[in-house]
């Protein structure tokens, strides 16, 4: 009898040191990131599914199941959370909720020129779309590092190995960034419907026209002006993401004889994403 409960007993201590941490994270990109420095110590757990949009998203009654599994949750700041978190942190009390976007500074959303002073309520929005510049991924990154060493001691080595293979990778993304927009001018402009490359657009130096500003279309008059810019700005595409409806995008493209291309800031293959965009950008 005592052969066995102490058998009983190893096999749930080998259980406990081989238990993976359970994590849920809002977006895509997130699990990239997660999954690349947690590796197979981690269940992930994602909220917004590829097709929806993170600024309509509500979870299913099947996630909840996942929240009330996890042992901690990974926020980034995207609209969705504002609402939610208060309702996870009570369907699970024990788990814990960090933001890994908070060291991250924060930029104003881009604005199309509005005529009427009522549009202007848009200024003082920060743009939550953190993920899509190299640098703030190294920022991620590292806070991801941070909370998981916290969660799980053991395995710091295995997580500080994933980190720095990671990190190179980013560095490498960069780099060939910075090599594809070698001879775009600073400043250049490029059209998008939603405005989701604020921070690529800083980092690089670059201005994104947006058609569309937090789901709000632009009126008549602002629709003439943008095609007016556009042309004097000598815009070549106009960028769209699957989640949103691009029927505007499709007219004003129309009127000035430009493709539409699809690129999505949820895209997990986020390296392959940015190099892609900048292509675009530099017409490549």
Do not use: C
Not at 15 to 31: E, F
Not at 57 to 69: C, L, N, T
């Amino acid at each position: 009898m005592l052969k066995k409960f102490i058998i009983l007993g190893m096999l749930g201590l080998i259980s406990l040191v081989h238990a993976k941490i359970n994590t849920v994270v809002s977006i895509l990109p997130q699990k990239t990131f997660l999954k690349a420095i947690g590796g197979d110590k981690v269940n992930i757990a994602l909220m917004v599914k590829p097709g929806n949009s993170p600024h309509t998203y509500e979870p299913k009654p099947s996630q909840m199941i996942d929240i009330s599994k996890a042992d901690i949750y990974f926020s980034i700041g995207i609209q969705f959370e504002e609402a939610w978190l208060p309702k996870f942190a009570t369907q699970n009390k024990n788990m814990k909720i960090v933001n890994i976007g908070k060291s991250v500074k924060r930029i104003a959303m881009a604005e199309h020129n509005h005529d009427d002073e009522d549009e202007h309520e848009e200024h003082n929005s920060l743009d939550p779309h953190i993920w899509t510049s190299p640098n703030n991924v190294k920022i991620i990154a590292k806070n991801i590092l941070t909370h998981l060493v916290e969660i799980d001691k053991n395995n710091k080595k295995y997580y500080e190995k994933n980190y720095d293979i990671f990190i190179n990778s980013v560095n490498n993304t960069n780099t060939k960034i910075k090599e594809i927009l070698n001879e775009t001018n600073k400043g250049t402009k490029f059209m998008v419907f939603h405005p989701a490359w604020g921070y690529f657009a800083k980092q690089y130096s670059l201005v994104q026209v947006p058609i569309e500003i937090e789901g709000k279309k632009p009126k008549p008059r602002d629709i003439i002006k943008l095609i007016k810019d556009a042309k004097k700005q000598n815009i070549k595409a106009i960028l769209t993401a699957p989640e949103f409806s691009d029927k505007l995008a499709k007219q004003i493209a129309k009127e000035l004889n430009i493709p539409i291309i699809k690129i999505s800031p949820l895209n997990p293959k986020w390296s392959n994403n940015l190099i892609n965009l900048a292509k675009t950008i530099s017409n490549k």
